[in-house]
């Protein structure tokens, strides 16, 4: 039996609670207040308000002590359900809000003609009966669920307030937004807050600055970053070794241009489902209306049907580290993470149908390869499908049956576990996922691949079969990196800015202990670099040594190499780890044997 999802779990009607307990909170400390809406998130729980004074950071210790106050007194929470739409509008204006006049029901009358006609409408009374037998109660509009009384609200904490345009439309009034969190146990929240410390030490937007990867500028734009010295080389260790397993598995390189006529995305369906995420057109002189680049597989199409193609040709790989810009919402960007110009790791295959399989359990393995090397081995399968409610796909159901039953064939074949996700397919074809799980147990979907009949048959894609006759390939869309912004800021949390050995943008760093030593170590640093293939670095500044190796570590470079009279007259070098501090002197042949694994 599948486990219960979140929204099913205890743990979310508990945060649902607490979130009524926090509005209910905010009712006694600020009279007048506007409640809007306040449900469970992924990792707690917030509600927006519209308060009459401003409510500031300061202020949640106090909302915080009225919270826990409220929850000792083991308030019933009972569901309410209006017999019709004309008492729920009265229960409004009467009972929720607390006799301050029907302007503080402003938002939760809005919600109530949000409800669609003929569906019920339900409420949740938190009450109780004081020592002198009077009734007290919160009641608030609400779909639910909730838990039986606020005594079981015991383990929270309110994290921080934000501004929030109601309804997510910035048209609309800006509100208050105060997040918190709850668990069952003080010991998961004990966890969590404690998690959320070392996420901040973590932050890849942090130590993207103080390691020199990456930068931003407010001249360039929100989303777009600039990749520094240090982040280029990261991207390019990366990008030379996905090439390496690339071509040993048959794939071949193609390039394509950063924008199209806009007749090519009208032909894949882009510019139909996908319209929202690319940025405005552009039309030349000859009233041409071109399209900057939110996807790379049209192009790779067009490449496909440039020529005519054999059944002995199939299968056709190709792969392109290609880059391309989607318009995310400005709240929405996330350093790194979700950026607005990002370079993903993409290959198109074309395929007979009895290639499908083999082909498919391919590309799982070089996805699995791949996270592997990076040492992210803590990861679940899940299997995208088509939501069968929703508008926003193409093709015919007969295609979409076929390849979500190719990958959950191929999934059982290699004996991949795997969840279904419905919903979460791409536009034209079914998918595969890959998420893993960090060092803080953070979940992230990377690696995907997916099976896609419906833009073979909108390109109208041919190959001619041993029989002669045309025959129409099956294309598979995969990117185990997902795109190389995204998987370098993951990396950076991962290790908290401590790369492996391999790949580490500087993997030694050499300093001289003085002027005098600098001569060898300008030597030994050509060595290194031109004959062993060895990134580093040279620090010839006059500072202590002490300094110089606090600096090296910092910048957490994994192997330091002091030099100084005994080590030129010895021929050794001082061995300093990242990891496990001073190893002491050794030959050179010596440290290179010992890094030659690691790389």
């Known amino acids: 039996m599948a486990a219960p999802s979140y929204e099913e779990s205890y743990l979310y009607r508990l945060r649902h609670s607490a979130a009524h307990l926090m509005a209910q909170a905010l009712t006694e400390l600020y009279p007048g207040i506007k409640l809007a809406i306040g449900p469970p998130i992924e990792n707690g729980f917030y509600y927006d308000v519209e308060a009459p004074t401003p409510i500031r950071e300061e202020d949640l210790t106090k909302i915080e002590s009225k919270m826990k106050e409220l929850a000792k007194l083991d308030q019933r929470i009972i569901r309410l359900v209006a017999s019709n739409r004309e008492e729920a509008r009265s229960k409004i204006l009467e009972e929720t809000t607390l006799g301050q006049g029907p302007e503080v029901a402003e938002y939760k009358l809005q919600l109530l003609e949000a409800v669609p006609e003929g569906e019920e409408v339900s409420f949740y009374d938190q009450q109780r009966t004081d020592r002198a037998g009077t009734l007290h109660r919160f009641i608030d509009l609400c779909r639910g669920p909730h838990v039986d009384t606020t005594k079981e609200i015991k383990h929270f904490k309110l994290m921080s307030i934000a501004g929030a345009y109601w309804r997510g439309d910035s048209k609309n009034k800006q509100l208050t937004r105060i997040y918190g969190t709850a668990f069952e146990s003080a010991e998961e929240l004990e966890t969590h807050l404690h998690n959320l410390e070392e996420a901040k030490r973590r932050d890849h ?228 996922d890959l998420i893993i799980k960090d060092a803080l147990g953070r979940d992230w979907q990377m690696g995907t691949v997916q099976v896609d009949y419906n833009l073979p048959e909108r390109f109208e894609l041919e190959y001619t079969g041993e029989d002669s006759k045309p025959h129409r390939p099956i294309m598979i869309h995969r990117a185990p990196f997902g795109s190389l912004e995204r998987m370098i800021g993951l990396l950076t949390e991962q290790y ?39 990134r580093v670095s040279l620090d010839d500044r006059r500072e202590t040594l002490g300094k110089k190796i606090r600096e090296s570590q910092l910048q957490k470079v994994p192997f330091m190499l002091v030099l100084g009279d005994r080590d030129i007259e010895q021929g050794t070098v001082g061995v300093r780890s990242r990891e496990d501090g001073d190893l002491g002197a050794m030959s050179l042949e010596a440290f290179l044997e010992k890094v030659a694994p690691l790389r």
């Open 205 to 432: 937007r942090i130590l993207g600055r103080e390691l020199g990867l990456f930068m931003f500028s407010p001249r360039v734009g929100p989303g777009l970053p600039l990749w520094l010295p240090k982040g280029a080389t990261l991207r390019d260790t990366m990008v030379s070794f996905l090439k390496e397993e690339q071509l040993k598995r048959g794939y071949e390189p193609v390039i394509t241009p950063q924008i199209a006529s806009i007749r090519l995305y009208e032909k894949s369906g882009h510019v139909i489902t996908y319209k929202d995420k690319m940025f405005p057109f552009m039309e030349d002189d000859e009233k041409e209306t071109y399209i900057l680049k939110p996807m790379n597989c049209p192009f790779h199409i067009e490449i496909y049907q440039a020529q005519m193609r054999s059944y002995r040709d199939l299968p056709i790989r190709y792969a392109e580290f290609g880059t391309v810009h989607r318009y995310e919402q400005s709240g929405e960007v996330t350093g790194i993470l979700r950026a607005r110009g990002f370079t993903q790791d993409d290959a198109h295959l074309f395929v007979r149908p009895d290639q499908l399989l083999s082909e498919f359990i391919g590309v799982v393995d070089l996805m699995k390869a791949v996270l592997n090397r990076l040492g992210l081995k803590d990861y679940r399968a899940r299997v995208g499908t088509k939501d069968p409610a929703s508008s926003k796909y193409i093709g015919h159901d007969d295609n979409w049956t076929a390849a979500t039953a190719a990958i959950e064939e191929a999934c059982k074949t290699i004996g991949l576990d795997y969840e279904l996700s419905p919903g979460d397919a791409a536009f034209y074809g079914p998918k595969l």
């Open 496 to 534: 908290a800015g401590a790369f492996p050995y391999w790949l580490s943008p500087v993997q030694v760093a050499i300093l001289p202990i003085s002027d005098r030593h600098v001569e060898a170590a300008v030597a030994l640093k050509e060595k290194l670099r031109d004959v062993h293939g060895i």
